[in-house]
T-cell receptor
Framework: ETGVTQSPTHLIKTRGQQVTLRCSSQ?????VSWYQQALGQGPQFIFQ???????GRGNFPPRFSGLQFPNYSSELNVNALELDDSALYLC?????????????FGPGTRLTVL | RKEVEQDPGPFNVPEGATVAFNCTYS??????FFWYRQDCRKEPKLLMS???SGNEDGRFTAQLNRASQYISLLIRDSKLSDSATYLC?????????????FGKGTSLLVTP
């Protein structure tokens, strides 16, 4: 196993609600990236945190926001949930945000928006 | 145009067959290339990195052609346990923290 953990495993919300997903990075890793994977699609990059600062962002609206804590764990917050937000949310940790640094994925949180 | 494109399949092959997956990418400045494997409803797991010189890991061989912006994965002597979705992955640029760009995945089913 990668040592990357995510909680909760599954979540059901209704449109308009807010959700917080959590990720604990692998020991020694200071970088966390979040991805959204819709059914039948590859994961899409949401944003990355490096040493508690946002270090890059994909094409997602501002209602997707994040946070990284001093222990390098991270949260993904989504406000005003829409039906299309239903997906598997993956976090990945790496030792640094470089192109040579392998990203290790957690098991994901499966979010269903009704 | 999507940054990473791959044939979604599905590829249905008998045990013992050789199967090849292909992938193209659009960003010529990309510096890292990978194949990830994803089992149904699980997280992606790194299968192998892909180097310009080509690399092999047991029954798996990966090739990279930078001039054509083309990546391939060859699986020899397919096993039932190889059934999964194979994701072609290319790193982004420094503005995104070298975030990974994934293709949609190619589905492989190995049958007895």
């Amino acid at each position: 196993e990668t040592g990357v953990t995510q909680s909760p495993t599954h979540l059901i919300k209704t449109r308009g609600q807010q959700v917080t997903l959590r990720c604990s990075s692998q020991s020694g890793h200071n970088t966390v990236s979040w991805y959204q994977q819709a059914l039948g699609q590859g994961p899409q990059f949401i944003f990355q945190y490096y040493r508690e600062e946002e270090n890059g962002r994909g094409n997602f609206p501002p209602r997707f926001s994040g946070l990284q804590f001093p222990n390098y764990s991270s949260e993904l917050n989504v406000n005003a949930l829409e039906l299309d937000d239903s997906a598997l949310y993956l976090c990945a940790s790496s030792s640094n945000p470089g192109y040579t640094d392998t990203q290790y994925f957690g098991p994901g949180t499966r979010l269903t928006v009704l | 145009r999507k940054e990473v494109e791959q044939d979604p399949g599905p590829f249905n092959v008998p045990e013992g067959a050789t199967v090849a997956f292909n992938c193209t990418y659009s960003n010529s400045a990309s510096q890292s290339f990978f194949w990830y494997r994803q089992d149904c409803r699980k997280e992606p797991k790194l299968l192998m990195s892909v180097y310009s010189s080509g690399n092999e890991d047991g029954r798996f061989t990966a090739q990279l052609n930078r001039a054509s912006q083309y990546i391939s994965l060859l699986i020899r002597d397919s096993k039932l346990s190889d059934s999964a979705t194979y994701l072609c992955v290319v790193n982004g640029n420094s503005n995104s923290g070298y975030a990974l760009n994934f293709g949609k995945g190619t589905s492989l089913l190995v049958t007895p």
